[in-house]
């Protein structure tokens, strides 16, 4: 549980939850009409993908200051 990308989580949860997100949201499955299904899913995927991306690059940056530090800690 030490690895989980919280802050990232965290700024997508707040995100779905604002007013924008919602809208996004709705837009993307219960609009009545195909071109804003498609826009509203396009953006949500794109959405998505940059909470994936960051949540990789927290990960990565959690794992690279652990092991730095734990580096640190066996030398001295």
Partial sequence: MRHVPWFTLAAFAAFLASPLGQSVFRDSFVSGEKLSNDIAQFILLVVLGIAIAMSAAEWAIKVWL?????RSENRG
């Fill in 66 to 70: 652990r092991r730095r530090r734990l």
